[in-house]
């Protein structure tokens, strides 16, 4: 069964960057998109971004716009969200996701969860002076 595990979580001061990966057990190729999503402490998880694979379409919750991008490697078929400008209430475990479906769902709802049938684990972000 095909696993997703995250990386690159860790503890950072307000306004610096971390680059989160995803990576998969086995070829990504059969998936249709690549969700990240977020809990904070004692909150629900939220969407954070969805990237197709083949179109490379990317969509981004209003919240982290403009400072978080996800982007693919095709040489690895990895996926990586890069942040930026990161804040305290930032602060959250952050997981990928993978959907796979013979017609692909709409990638630009970032909050829709069901769809994805594959999760890892989470990693660890902390933003704190």
């Known amino acids: 069964q095909l696993q997703l595990v995250e990386s690159g979580g860790g503890l950072v001061q307000p306004g610096g960057s971390l680059r989160l990966s995803c990576a998969a057990s086995?070829?990504?190729?059969?998936?249709?998109?690549i969700g990240w999503f977020l809990q904070a402490p004692g909150k629900e998880r939220e969407g954070v971004s969805c990237?197709?694979?083949?179109?490379?379409?990317?969509h981004y919750a209003v919240f982290v716009t403009g400072r978080f991008t996800v982007s693919r490697a095709n040489v690895k078929d990895m996926v990586f969200l890069q942040m930026n400008g990161l804040q305290p209430e930032d602060t959250a475990i952050y997981s990928c996701?993978?959907?796979?479906?013979?017609?692909?769902?709409?990638?630009?709802?970032?909050?829709?969860?069901?769809?994805?049938?594959?999760w890892g684990q989470g990693t660890k972000v902390t933003v704190s002076s």
């Open positions: 996701a993978a959907e796979w479906r013979p017609f692909p769902s709409i990638c630009a709802l970032i909050n829709e969860q069901g769809r994805y049938t594959t």
């Open positions: 990237i197709s694979r083949i179109a490379l379409a990317t």
């Open positions: 086995r070829s990504t190729l059969a998936y249709t998109h």
